[in-house]
């Protein structure tokens, strides 16, 4: 019997979601009722000095507005330190990772940017000062076929890095926690933005060397300012206004190259989703990245 769907959105807490945010949320919402599969909703806040106060509550209040309801109970990265911790020291202990001390400035300097596994056989012990741990890459990827943008090539240099897991201040490297989750929560299908397309190998090198089962990716294109970066929370992108549900998700429907009933002004918000359910076509979703009027940045 085929597994069933499962789909997932996983935003941060580092303040509210803005137009690039419900893309994400609504690809990845369709795509998953599309399917006949469950969408959950996963809070990363594992890097509390980026989180905004009243964040996490605000993003699932969009949410319900927009009528995207999740399927099972919202899981919050913060409480699970021990799962995590449990799975680091495992590594360590099976010598599959390793304490690193090495400065970023070093990494820059290398001739590729990429790290040398300089640590590898040093055996730094954690007493000895505030050290990162990174895996020890012995599953690296070459290439990788998403949905949407097809078979994707990975430098060779980046595919073998020994890359960081455990940062310096004591946070867990988002490239760890993000497998773990999707695991646990049995997620069969990654749809997110394209900006994590260049940490995906990685990722999945991270499903190899746990034996879990490979999810398929989707990555969605970016919504770009005027400047051709993408809106963030960080160049200060326009928070989504909720009192403009239906008109925002007929415009997010429209940057993923979806059609739009000829009366769907006159649909309610839940009309106008079940209408998009029924009509989603993955393969109309643009492969690149677009920029957005003004008014909604």
């Not at 137009?19 to 806040?45: M, N, P």
Request: glycine share 6%.
């Amino acid at each position: 019997m085929p597994t069933r769907y499962i789909g997932r959105f996983a935003p941060s807490p580092s303040g509210p979601l803005h137009f690039g945010s419900l893309v994400t949320a609504l690809g990845s919402y369709l795509q998953a009722k599309s399917c006949h599969g469950k969408w959950l909703v996963r809070i990363e806040d594992i890097d509390p000095p980026r989180e905004v106060k009243g964040a996490s509550s605000l993003i699932l209040k969009t949410l319900e507005t927009f009528h995207l309801f999740w399927d099972d109970n919202v899981l919050y990265q913060s409480a699970c330190h021990e799962r995590y911790q449990a799975v680091l020291q495992s590594l360590l202990s099976h010598h599959q990772a390793y304490y690193c001390d090495c400065t970023r400035q070093r990494v820059q300097k290398l001739p590729n940017g990429h790290y040398d596994g300089y640590c590898r056989h040093r055996h730094l012990k954690i007493n000895q000062s505030q050290l990162a741990i990174r895996l020890k890459q012995n599953h690296p990827i070459s290439e990788f076929t998403d949905k949407i943008r097809g078979l994707q090539t990975v430098e060779t240099a980046s595919a073998q890095e020994d890359f960081i897991i455990h940062r310096k201040d004591g946070l867990f490297a988002y490239n760890l926690v993000v497998v773990l989750d999707d695991h646990k929560q049995g997620i069969t299908e990654i749809v997110r933005g394209a900006d994590l397309l260049p940490v995906t190998a990685k990722q999945i090198s991270l499903y190899k060397l746990f034996g879990f089962s490979l999810p398929s990716y989707c990555h969605l294109p970016l919504a770009l300012d005027n400047n051709g970066n993408k809106l963030s929370k960080q160049n200060h992108a326009k928070p989504i206004e909720l009192n403009n549900s239906k008109s925002l998700t007929a415009l997010a429907l429209q940057f993923l190259g979806q059609c739009l009933p000829k009366d769907w002004q006159d649909a309610t918000q839940q009309q106008l989703l079940d209408w998009a359910i029924q009509h989603w076509q993955i393969a109309k979703i643009p492969k690149q990245n677009t920029q957005l009027p003004t008014n909604i940045r």
